[in-house]
């Protein structure tokens, strides 16, 4: 058993995370020792890094808590997280599509800008269009 700091090392998510975590039910409440310190077992650090994983990949915590279930449900159809995976790609795809869109009109406004001592500026006027 590992307290909150040692569980936080172990799974790479930081001790108020994992807090979170349990407040939103994403992960079961911590044990609790006499003194009401809590603590951690194996299968809790297991659940900590497939959420630090999963975090790292961009799932939303619903998604995960979705994905959490699955992973504990022996008898899941594959075919079940493949939808949240393929799913979750062309959310990133929108918002790659976005960013580069973001990208492609501040690149503009920049390139028609001077960047001297004259007070006229595209980069503000196309903002305040």
């Not at 951690?40 to 619903?62: C, T, V, W």
Request: aromatic share 4%.
């Amino acid at each position: 058993m590992m307290n909150i700091g040692e569980a936080a090392a172990a799974s790479g998510v930081s001790a108020k995370m994992i807090r979170h975590y349990e407040s939103i039910g994403l992960i079961k409440p911590a044990l609790r020792t006499i003194a009401g310190y809590r603590v951690y077992s194996d299968a809790d650090i297991h659940a900590l890094r497939f959420i630090r994983h999963a975090r790292d990949l961009g799932f939303a915590l619903e998604d995960i808590d979705a994905l959490l279930r699955l992973w504990g449900d022996r008898a899941r159809s594959s075919c079940e997280v493949k939808k949240l995976a393929l799913d979750h790609i062309a959310t990133l795809d929108r918002k790659i599509t976005e960013l580069q869109a973001m990208r492609k009109s501040l690149t503009d406004l920049a390139d028609r800008c001077h960047g001297d001592e004259r007070p006229h500026c595209p980069i503000l006027e196309g903002l305040a269009q």
